[in-house]
């Protein structure tokens, strides 16, 4: 009996097959210090032999911004790499950014070389770095304020507003967030953003890279605890938080614990707006994709004007609960706490699509506290009428027509299309502005945050 090995050979020819997955990586902002997320490309070896690649080389080197990682090894530069027949080997890119004096965007490239039989092949490398105010469990004392001239990163425990405390953030400041942590006032914050996109005041998670950046949930949200008094925020979007606003207890004066002006919730994964036995007036506030857009509990004092609350199913969240949710009482295991409950709810639109949800608003009713709660000029979406309200000049499953709702490019703009039962349905609250900052007219206004125009 005859038995013969055959060593298994290298192709060496110049014509040999070699792909990657991509030709270059991109990193959306990455903020300086701290680093990016790790991304990949693959390196395809489409030949039925063994293929040696000569070297995989970052061209920046130890001096790149870029770190690379080749089949396990650590780079800057990797040599001598097998790959089996119809294999293939990944690499992973990272980028840290070195602090600079730029306070704009700026752009940091680089490339990785592959060499293999004579041939050479490239994957280009682009990240946007930008400095930024870092705050690692900062504690608010006195009277802060901040400037838009570079982003705020704040990271660690909370971003704690101290009692006696008051924090101004000015127009155009962005604000991102660790995902663990809160922004907690016990003090005062005052937010004074403007009309424009570049000038409205931004708080969001700190993860800006895709799809990441579009996770509800990517950071816990602002609570407004006991103590807390005289917020104002004004011009303000809180993006993809757990719950966006909590306000928790009672005024300690005779003004709102939190006011509402010209703001937008978005995509946050549990409560858009959450009130526990609290004061809350908004405005011209769009309230849209949350798990409950508004939940109000265990009574307090409520003022809604041309709000839109509204929820569409989506590839992150399930629309199952109402939009809007009034209750006067709060449950902790056996026992029920009731509190007073005054909430008006004028010319507010309260939709929802694409869910499990046919009532859109539900109240709900315990003890014998007072419970006064009215809805005047408003659009709802609902099969079983809300219990122990009083609703005047209500349209009811009338659709409100938004400009526009693609689920699936997660595009959204729920300005009012021509034919809107909403339009010229309100009544006057002398409210002369909408969402925009646009004027409303002296006579019949438009339900909702956005005025047709």
Not at 84 to 107: C, G, H, M, Q
Not at 184 to 203: A, M
Request: charge should be negative; glycine fraction near 8%.
């Amino acid at each position: 009996m005859l038995i013969s090995c055959k060593k298994e050979s290298f192709i060496t020819s110049g014509t040999a097959s070699l792909a990657t997955s991509t030709d270059s990586l991109h990193f959306d902002t990455v903020f300086t210090t701290t680093g990016s997320v790790t991304k990949f490309f693959r390196i395809y070896n489409d030949n039925n032999q063994k293929l040696r690649l000569n070297r995989v080389a970052l061209q920046g080197g130890n001096a790149s911004f870029f770190n690379i990682n080749v089949d396990g090894t650590q780079g800057p530069e990797v040599t001598n790499i097998e790959m089996d027949a119809n294999d293939s080997i990944y690499v992973f890119v990272t980028v840290k950014v070195d602090p600079t004096t730029a306070e704009l965007p700026f752009v940091i490239q680089d490339s990785i070389l592959i060499e293999y039989n004579g041939n050479e092949r490239w994957v280009q490398l682009d990240a946007w770095g930008q400095n930024a105010n870092f705050m690692r469990s900062r504690v608010i004392t006195g009277n802060v304020t901040w400037t838009n001239i570079i982003p705020y990163v704040i990271t660690g425990d909370y971003l704690y507003i101290d009692r006696n405390a008051t924090l101004t953030i000015e127009k155009g400041c962005r604000i991102y967030l660790h995902a663990n942590t809160p922004i907690i006032v016990e003090g005062t914050l005052k937010v004074n953003g403007e009309q424009y996109d570049s000038t409205r005041v931004i708080f969001k998670g700190d993860r800006l890279d895709d799809p990441y950046r579009d996770f509800p949930g990517g950071w816990p949200g602002i609570y407004f605890g006991k103590n807390s008094k005289d917020n104002v925020l004004q011009y303000a979007s809180i993006l993809n938080a757990y719950q966006g606003i909590v306000a928790d207890s009672l005024s300690v004066n005779s003004n709102p614990k939190v006011l509402l002006n010209e703001c937008i919730v978005d995509n946050c994964y549990d409560a858009g707006i959450l009130g526990l036995r609290s004061a809350i007036k908004a405005q011209n506030c769009l309230i849209s994709n949350c798990g409950k857009n508004i939940l109000i509990g265990y009574g307090g004092t409520y003022d809604f004007s041309h709000c839109t609350a509204v929820s569409y199913s989506n590839s992150y969240l399930l629309h199952k609960d109402p939009v809007l949710i009034v209750t006067n009482y709060l449950k902790e295991g056996n026992n029920i706490f009731t509190w007073n409950l005054n909430a008006s709810f004028t010319n507010c639109i309260f939709w929802g699509e694409n869910g499990t949800t046919e009532d859109e608003v539900m109240t709900d009713k315990q003890g014998n506290t007072p419970f006064n709660v009215n809805f005047q000029n408003c659009l709802w979406k609902v099969k079983n009428t809300p219990g122990f309200v009083n609703a005047s000049n209500i349209i009811n499953n009338q659709p409100p027509l938004f400009d526009s709702v693609n689920t699936q490019s997660k595009f959204y703009n729920f300005r009012l299309l021509d034919g809107s039962p909403a339009i010229n349905s309100g009544t006057n609250t002398g409210v002369n502005i909408d969402l925009d900052g646009r004027s409303r007219p002296v006579g019949l206004p438009d339900l909702g945050c956005y005025e047709k125009q």
